[in-house]
Structure formats: C-alpha cells, structure tokens
Nanobody
C-alpha cells in the first residue's frame, strides 16, 4: 500500500488543521493506520492510531482531547483532526499503516509510510 499525507501548514496557536492520508494499492481497509510526528534531532513520536475496522483508537497523552483520528475505508483515507493546536505540536507529521494492530505506538511496527507533511504552530 502506498500512502500520501497532506494538509499541513502554518496555523496560530489555538487553531485547527486536518491532515489526510490517502492510500493506494492494496485494500486500505485491511490495515491499521497511525500518525506519527518528528522534530529535528528527536525520535519519531506516536500521535494516534486507528484499527483497520475503524474502532479501537489510541492517542498519545499529549494530544488526548485535542486530536481525533478517523478513517473512511470507502475512500481509502485516514484523517487527523487537530484542534487547540499548541506551538509544541510543530513537527513533520507522517501517516503509517500496518496489517494487524500490534504495538501501535512503535514506529517499527509499521511497514508502510507516507511522506511527511509539515505542521507549524505559531505562538
């Protein structure tokens, strides 16, 4: 499966952005999807995941209550709605996919990655 992330940009603190991950190739509905983020000099960090069936979401503590992950298997897309953004949310965001849903927080559990999309939150 090939993934393409989009939707990043510049937003003021307190604002919102919606990231999209569009899949092509194999049936996206069979894959669990996730979003990670990374800033220069730091490791890639788990943000949120959603199991293949659409249920079973998980969030990093730092984004709980502000971010919402969803998916539309009919359109082969996954989304990350980001509200109440903070400057510390600034990062390159990556979407990822794996068969199954084990170890959803570990980047190494995902075999498929999209290119990153930059999110910049100004104070």
């Amino acid at each position: 499966v090939q993934l393409q992330a989009s939707g990043g940009g510049l937003v003021q603190a307190g604002g919102s952005l919606r990231l999209s991950c569009t899949a092509s190739g194999r049936a996206f509905r069979n894959y669990s999807a996730a979003w990670f983020r990374q800033v220069p000099g730091k490791e890639r960090e788990f943000v949120a995941s959603i199991r293949w069936g659409g249920g079973g979401t998980n969030y990093a503590d730092s984004v709980k209550g502000r971010f919402t992950i969803s998916r539309d298997n009919a359109k082969n897309t996954a989304h990350l709605q980001m509200d109440s953004l903070k400057p510390e949310d600034t990062a390159v965001y990556f979407c990822a996919a794996q068969l199954g849903g084990q170890d959803y927080w570990r980047p190494n559990a995902y075999g498929y990655w999209g290119q990153g999309t930059l999110v910049t939150v100004s104070s």
